[in-house]
């Protein structure tokens, strides 16, 4: 009787207790892009917001247009990219529920320190990306539709280059993250388009240095929005815009903000002053 009543008392503890199953299903999926993960910024913000609130944040890391993608599918949750147009198409075909501005930095033109195309020092990235051209010294591209290859795309625009058809041997497409690609750099000692932050915690840098920066062409903002669950029921509604509420809170921004490399900040919290970048710290890139 007493082992049957011990069997019994086990069965009904099993049922009382299941907040560890339950706490284990709290997780929202956030398709972003390799600047953010491959920065180390979510190694620094994440553990505050879970902590704070039980939610544990599963970061897929793409390039902003596969992220964008992977949303469409219903595959993620929360989508925090940085290619203002791309967001607005994913807003205007309804798969995405309002955007939030949450931070900014910029991009820099990062080469060789021999400057084969004589582009160091200068300030205006049109020219230096021609001059580039001219000079068919060594590029490296991300060529996966990430923020940073919008961005790329545009300044050969600008400088009247029509890159798919004009681009040669010294044009390398790699289709890799921001990481990945600036070693295709390094090992190359070629010129490469890359953010900011991914810079400042890239560790492999060879001969690279950075030869443009300041041009205010080169300005990158993020922003951050729920997967519309009219498209997708199974979006997590309520968690994915905890993370979202949270990352523009006043906590969130101080978080951003505080991640350093260096002494130096990565990334510049705007959320509260949408999309004024003079509003901000006199210290940020570019000014």
Not at 25 to 31: G, I, K, N, Q, S
Not at 67 to 88: I, K, S, T
Not at 104 to 111: H, Q, S
Request: hydrophobic content about 40%; aromatic content about 10%.
């Amino acid at each position: 009787m007493v082992g049957k009543a011990m069997l019994v008392l086990f069965a009904w503890a099993l049922t009382a207790w299941p907040a560890p199953v339950t706490a284990a299903e709290r997780y929202v999926t956030v398709a972003s892009t390799t600047s953010t993960e491959q920065s180390g910024l979510f190694r620094h913000i994440l553990p505050i917001f879970e902590k704070k609130t039980g939610i544990r944040v599963r970061v897929v890391a793409l390039g902003t247009g596969q992220a964008l993608d992977m949303a469409r599918r219903g595959d993620a949750d929360v989508v925090f990219v940085h290619a203002r147009e791309q967001e607005e198409k994913f807003l205007a075909e309804e798969y995405g529920v309002r955007r939030c501005d949450v931070m900014y930095n910029d991009f820099v033109l990062v080469g060789p320190r021999s400057d084969p195309a004589r582009v160091g020092g200068g300030k205006d990235i049109v020219a230096a990306v021609r001059k580039i051209k001219e000079a068919r010294a060594p590029f490296v591209s991300r060529g996966d539709r990430s923020g940073t290859h919008v961005a790329e795309l545009k300044l050969w625009r600008l400088a009247g280059i029509e890159i798919a058809k004009e681009k040669g041997r010294w044009y390398r497409d790699t289709g890799q993250g921001m990481g990945p690609a600036l070693n295709t750099a390094a090992s190359m000692s070629a010129y490469i388009l890359s953010d900011r932050g991914t810079w400042l915690s890239f560790r492999n840098r060879g001969e690279l240095a950075i030869l443009v920066e300041g041009d205010k062409r080169l300005f990158n903002q993020y922003g951050i929005m729920l997967v519309n669950p009219q498209k997708h029921p199974h979006v997590k509604r309520e968690w994915g815009q905890a993370f979202i509420d949270w990352v523009t809170s006043s906590e969130g921004q101080r978080a951003i903000a505080a991640y350093r490399i260096g002494g130096e900040q990565l990334f510049f919290p705007n959320a509260a002053r949408g999309n004024n970048p003079d509003a901000g710290s006199s210290s940020r890139p570019g000014a």
